[in-house]
């Protein structure tokens, strides 16, 4: 079946420095990529999202990457923040249903 | 403010004891849906609705239902909760079924 699935269940790093969350996906007729943070008590939150034509796109602080050679995508966070640690989640959407297929996320916790 | 309500944040049943969860949206969003969360299992979509009148199953539908009578309402009732069902609930809406979907803060639902 289809999965969405991220490399590392945790990633700590240093404030200040810049945070790379990876992200595999089984479905090569996935259309649409999104990341979501998700802070302690609180309902996921959009960050950024990408089209299966692009293969890079830019936000505040953050890019995606998205390889579809090796059906890969990355969500990097530049001079990473207290405020950024939260788990982030990579998902598969645009399907017929409309539904988003989450993988299972990452935590990522920075440290002063 | 542009947002997802859902009552009630938290709630402890028993078995068998039917209850609703409301989910409303002001942004006048066509796509609403319904996810639960688990440890290690992510979010899962339960049910979804493209407009209303238009419900489908999700992923993991049984044991719940839902309406869409108003476009900005999406409730979801469990007619016979059972502890399986203990999860965090999360409501969603998008202009449509590609489009960012905005999230809810959650109802933690225990069921003994």
């Known amino acids: 079946g289809e999965s969405v699935g991220l490399h590392l269940p945790t990633l700590s790093v240093q404030e200040g420095d810049n945070s790379i969350i990876n992200c595999a996906y089984s479905?090569?007729?996935?259309?649409?990529f999104i990341w979501y943070k998700q802070e302690s008590g609180k309902g996921p939150q959009f960050i950024i999202d990408i089209r299966s034509n692009m293969d890079k796109r830019q936000g505040q602080r953050v890019t995606v990457l998205l390889n579809k050679t090796v059906k890969h995508l990355s969500l990097q966070i530049a001079a990473t923040q207290p405020g950024d640690s939260a788990v982030y989640f990579c998902?598969?959407?645009?399907?017929?249903?409309?539904?988003?297929?989450f993988g299972k996320g990452t935590k990522l916790s920075v440290k002063p | 403010e542009a947002q997802v309500t859902q009552n009630p944040r938290y709630l402890i049943t028993v078995t068998g004891k039917k209850l609703t969860v409301t989910c409303s949206q002001n942004?006048?969003?066509?796509?609403m849906s319904w996810y639960r969360q688990d440890p290690g299992l992510g979010l899962r979509q339960i049910y979804y609705?493209?407009?209303?009148?238009?419900?489908d199953k999700g992923d993991v539908p049984e044991g719940y239902k839902v309406s869409r009578k108003e476009k900005r309402n999406f409730p979801l009732i469990l007619e016979s909760p059972s502890p399986n069902q203990t999860s965090l609930y999360f409501c969603a809406s998008s202009a449509d079924r590609v489009a960012e979907q905005f999230f809810g803060p959650g109802t933690r639902l225990t069921v003994l």
């Open positions: 609705s493209m407009n209303v009148e238009v419900t």
């Open positions: 942004m006048n969003h066509e796509y």
């Open positions: 998902a598969r959407g645009g399907g017929s249903q409309g539904n988003l297929i």
């Open positions: 479905n090569s007729a996935s259309d649409y």
